[in-house]
């Protein structure tokens, strides 16, 4: 049923615009399923190459790892990201006595990036606004990536120093983090010169 509901999301995303605003778990968790091949290849690759391992073993290392982390990193990394928005929620909310969240004095662009987990309701503008929440989540999952990644290939490949393996997990995930933002940014473009 949730994934019929995804899948309904994804291809009419006309029917996510409700009152109760849109979770982007519902869009960036599904986007991740296409980008996981080239994901995989871009980091076994750098993997390969800075810890001087077989083809076989950075591939099926990096393959666990990147589907250890879609499966759990970029849920664990969205609940928190939806927790921190709720706490700035809160203290602008009541500390800065507003009557909204987020506060109008932030703009358009604003709200979105500070409401990028759990975007509230809008009528227009969904051609730039879910290209800029994917976006602005793509720190915390980057980190979240990071972290999951490089324990499971740690804890896997123990020959290695964990340093060194954690370094070359890094630099892996920033490679294809740049990559998927590099996406981002042409989505963005292509939907804001469609409506331009």
């Known amino acids: 049923m949730h994934f019929l509901m995804i899948l ?9 615009f409700a009152d109760v605003g849109l979770p982007m778990l519902a869009i960036v968790w599904p ?5 996981i091949i080239p994901v995989i290849a871009i980091e076994s690759w750098l993997v390969r190459r800075e810890l001087n391992v077989e ?3 950075a591939i099926i290392q990096m393959t ?3 589907i250890f982390s879609t499966a759990v990193g970029i849920p664990i990394a969205w609940i ?3 927790a921190l928005e709720l706490i700035l929620a809160y203290l602008v909310m009541n500390l800065a006595d507003s009557k909204s969240y987020p506060p109008y004095i932030v703009g358009e662009v604003g709200a979105v990036i500070l409401s990028a987990p759990w975007l509230g309701p ?3 503008g969904r051609h730039w606004i ?4 994917t976006t602005v989540l793509l720190v915390p999952f ?8 490089a324990w499971y290939v740690a804890r896997s490949l123990r020959s290695e120093a964990p340093e060194k393996v954690r370094k070359a997990v890094w630099n892996a995930n920033f490679l294809s983090y740049s990559a998927i933002l590099a996406a981002c940014v042409i989505w963005l473009a292509v939907g804001v010169a469609a409506h331009v």
């Open 122 to 124: 809008f009528h227009s």
């Open 142 to 149: 980057f980190f979240a990536s990071f972290w999951v990644e």
């Open 55 to 57: 083809w076989h073993t």
């Open 80 to 82: 928190a990201s939806v």
């Open 31 to 35: 986007l991740s399923v296409p980008t």
């Open 64 to 66: 666990k790892a990147n």
């Open 8 to 16: 309904l999301i994804i291809v009419f995303p006309g029917v996510a």
């Open 130 to 133: 879910i290209p800029v929440a």
